[in-house]
């Protein structure tokens, strides 16, 4: 067993059960601190694909950012102070069959689909993707690259002003 | 040999997790949860083709704008978590009827 392989199933490993207990623990709390083990994983998966960047990405942005907003979220709303049951679960069977199901169908597509394989183009020690995927941003895909952060700041405006209403609702129309 | 299947297996298996918290909850952020597995099953997918397959990095590039997209889905998500729970002291996601008529 190659070093790689041994990566890639402890990596592996370490993102499905850190995903099992964010779908199954009963206190979101828990849930929540979970998701950055998945996160974590998902970034050491990214290394084992040579993607550097997004490796950075990941952790930055899901785990320094998005985490921390859910976490917000969850100490801002009630269930808080019972952490018992924050997190009900309902539908249990349904779920598991409907998941399974769709799991069934992913897996009969991966292993019936002939692929267009090529060999994967190999790294020099140092050297990343990141040069080339600046490149294709700033060029091929400049006009997603624009409307995506035109996105960003509708959606940084948006949030604050859905979050700020109840604040402008109280005081009969004036801001407080 | 660590090939494109055993990514796309665990990304399939990601994904079922992601979705069966989706259905199962009942708590609207921890549906969000669910929500951001799905989403870096699915840019895990991206990435692996992008190494695997035909097509240089552009899977990297949908990968990028992926995960821009889910900090701008998280961040207005949580404020209307926050507003809804202003309103009703509620996140429960079966509680939230009020437009069913």
């Known amino acids: 067993m190659s070093p790689y392989s041994i990566a890639f199933y402890a990596i592996g490993l370490l993102t499905l059960l850190s995903a099992a207990v964010v779908a199954t623990n009963r206190s979101i709390v828990y849930s929540g601190f979970a998701m950055i083990f998945t996160f974590l994983g998902v970034a050491g998966l990214y290394i084992l694909l040579s993607a550097d960047f997004l490796a950075a ?120 | 040999m660590i090939g494109l299947t055993h990514f796309l297996v665990l990304s399939a298996l990601l994904f079922t997790f992601g979705l069966y918290t989706i259905l199962s909850r009942r708590n609207a952020i921890g549906v969000l949860m669910g929500v951001e597995l799905v989403l870096n099953a699915g840019a895990l997918n991206f990435v692996a083709f992008g190494r695997f397959v035909e097509g240089g990095l552009s899977g990297a590039v949908f990968s990028i704008f992926i995960i821009v997209l889910a900090a701008a889905e998280a961040a207005v998500a949580m404020a209307i978590v926050l507003a809804i729970y202003q309103n009703i002291r509620n996140i429960q996601a079966d509680k939230l009827d009020a437009l069913q008529g």
């Open chain 1, 57 to 176: 990405m990941q952790v930055l942005i899901y785990v320094g950012g998005i985490t921390v907003v859910i976490l917000f979220a969850v100490m801002l709303t009630r269930g808080i102070e019972d952490p018992k049951s924050s997190n009900p679960v309902m539908n249990r069977p349904a779920s598991a069959l409907a998941s399974a199901g769709v799991l069934a169908m992913l897996l009969v597509l991966i292993f019936n689909t002939d692929w267009p394989l090529r060999a994967p183009k190999s790294l020099a020690p140092g050297e990343g993707i990141s040069g080339e995927l600046g490149e294709l941003l700033l060029g091929r895909y400049l006009l997603p690259f624009e409307v995506v952060s035109v996105l960003l700041l509708a959606a940084l405006i948006g949030a604050v002003i859905i979050a700020r209403r109840e604040t402008l609702g109280d005081g009969g129309g004036e801001p407080r």
